[in-house]
Structure formats: structure tokens, C-alpha cells
């Protein structure tokens, strides 16, 4: 398995940078640090119909989210909702605005980004909070944002796949909004850290080994049943009813074999499921269009994945 040549340039260029490690800076740190990369590694320009925020209620304050809409005929538009990345302490709207911008024009359809409270402030469970409060906003008000109710999705990376695959099952538990389709970017799907592909890439593949521990640390503090289901959602011990999932892992990432363990979970329950792996890839390469040839093409499969399961 080599590494893709852009992808190593990308690695060697951080690593000649001497810069800190994110598992060693304060959380408000590290927020500062990633927001810094995403101007870099995504300085793309990607027009778009129409771009909108808003703030929606939600359990403990209102939350913001972001609504893009692409140029199309007219019609209500099927609807992704969308939670970004950032082992659920750092990211935002921001980081993944040219991610949701792509998704929406290459799937003509309307995407929802919503930015959910930030740990260690507002640790577990309060981002499958917001999120599935956001999700239930999005099926009553689909009209609203020309949106189609009876087409929606649910898709992030990283921690955000982590939410949208748990944003699956707990509509599926509470019959709560129907959901027909699932986009999991490289998911975090079990808190066990214990795969082989956290043992091969634990140091030197942009996600360390010890940055996931310090997310978990905050997210999920000392004390807490990390096994659950909303928070490991492959130890869940019901996986059948669940949409349609498209699953995508990088072949250089901690994260790899979880993300597998997952859809070959999910097809084992009997659900629908693509699975593909970007060899080359390491984490985090869906917000590096700039600088990512593979990132481009990869967009544009999920697209064509979310597209067709609208139709």
C-alpha cells in the first residue's frame, strides 16, 4: 500500500514545519491551529446558487447551521444534512465550507452544515443533541429551505460520520425523521482504538494515535461507558433498518479498519452498503481539494453515491 505522492508532500511539509502536536495545545488552541490548516489545504473557489445562515432552536441554546443550495430546476431539492469533522472539539461551518459548497453542486442538492456544541465545554452527549435537533428541524422545515422532506440524507467526516451514522440509529430507535441515505467520510465508530490501522499509522499520518485519545478525553471524559451505542455505534447490538450507507476510509488512517468494520457490520445486519477505501489517502483528505487530485474525484463518487440514492 504507497502512499499517494501529494499526500506524502503534504505530510513531509508538516513535518518539516516543527509545529506542535494538536494532542498538546488547549482545545481553543488547536481550534485556532485546524482553522489555520483549513485555509490552506482548501483554498478553493467553489461557486454556488445560494449560500444561507441561520439559527435553529436547539436543547441547551440555538444552534447556528448553514444552508447551501446549488442552481437548479425547480422543484424541491433532496436534502444532506451535514456534521463536520474534528473528533467533536474542533472544526466548524467554516472548516468544511467548500466541502458542503462541493456536495451540494455535485448532488444538486440542498446541504445542511450544522455547528454543533464543541467539547470540552459540551462533552457527550451534547453534539448527538444538537445534531439530531437539527435533523428533526430540517423535516419540518424542508419547504422552507427548498428542500424535500421525504429526501433526506445524513453524511460527515470524522467525528461528523460518527454523528451521522448515530444520527441513523437514533431515528431509527425513536422513529424519529426518516432517513434514506447515510455519507460516512472516514468515520470514527468505535472508542476502543485497538485496530490494527491505529497500530500501523499511530505517529506520522497527520491523525495520531494520541490526537484521538485527547479527542476522546474530551468528548467522552474518564468515567463514561464509551461502549454505547451513540458513541461506539459499530458495538451497537442492533444494526438491522438502517439506510443505505456509502462508507469511505483512508488507507493511511488510524481510522481505516473501523470504518470497515462498520460496513461489513451493516451488511452483515442486511442493510445496503458501498464501501470504498482511497489507498493513498490519510485522514482528513476530503478537505484537501486544493492540494488533492484523489480529493476531487472521491467528492464527486460520493456525490454520484448521494445523487443516486435521491433518485
Known amino acids: 500500500m504507497t502512499l499517494d505522492p501529494q499526500a506524502k508532500a503534504i505530510l513531509d511539509q508538516l513535518a518539516a514545519a516543527e509545529g506542535p502536536k494538536l494532542y498538546d495545545l488547549s482545545p481553543a488552541e488547536a481550534r485556532e491551529m485546524y482553522n489555520g490548516m483549513a485555509q490552506v489545504f482548501d483554498a478553493v473557489d467553489v461557486p454556488i446558487g445560494a449560500v444561507s445562515d441561520k439559527l435553529i432552536p436547539g436543547p441547551a441554546a440555538d444552534i447556528p447551521i448553514r444552508i447551501y443550495t446549488p442552481v437548479a430546476t425547480s422543484g424541491a431539492l433532496p436534502v444532506l444534512v451535514f456534521f463536520h469533522g474534528g473528533g467533536w472539539v474542533i472544526g466548524n461551518i467554516a472548516t468544511h465550507d467548500k466541502l458542503c459548497r462541493t456536495l451540494a453542486n455535485e448532488s444538486c442538492c440542498v446541504v445542511v452544515s450544522v455547528d454543533y456544541r464543541l467539547a470540552p465545554e459540551a462533552p457527550f452527549p451534547a453534539a448527538v443533541d444538537d445534531c439530531y435537533a437539527a435533523l428533526e428541524w430540517v423535516e419540518k422545515n424542508a419547504s422552507e429551505i427548498g428542500g424535500d422532506a421525504n429526501r433526506i440524507a445524513v453524511g460527515g467526516d470524522s467525528a461528523g460520520g460518527n454523528l451521522a451514522a448515530v444520527m ?113 489517502m490519510v485522514h482528513g483528505f476530503f478537505n484537501m481539494q486544493a492540494v488533492l487530485d484523489t480529493a476531487k474525484t472521491a467528492i464527486k463518487d460520493a456525490a454520484r453515491a448521494l445523487e443516486k440514492a435521491f433518485a
Open 168 to 280: 441513523a440509529l437514533k431515528a431509527r430507535n425513536d422513529k424519529g425523521p426518516e432517513i434514506g441515505f447515510q455519507l460516512l467520510i472516514y468515520p470514527v465508530t468505535d472508542a476502543r482504538m485497538d485496530t490494527k490501522s491505529y497500530q500501523d499509522f499511530a505517529e506520522g499520518y497527520l491523525l495520531e494515535k494520541r490526537s484521538m485519545e485527547w479527542f476522546f478525553d474530551q468528548y467522552a471524559p474518564e468515567g463514561l461507558d464509551r461502549a454505547q451505542r451513540y458513541l461506539s455505534p459499530l458495538r451497537a447490538q442492533r444494526l438491522k433498518n438502517l439506510p443505505p450507507a456509502y462508507i469511505i476510509t483512508a488507507g493511511h488512517d488510524v481510522l481505516r479498519d473501523e470504518g470497515k468494520a462498520y460496513a461489513d457490520a451493516l451488511k452483515e445486519a442486511g442493510c445496503d452498503v458501498t464501501y470504498v477505501n482511497y489507498e493513498g
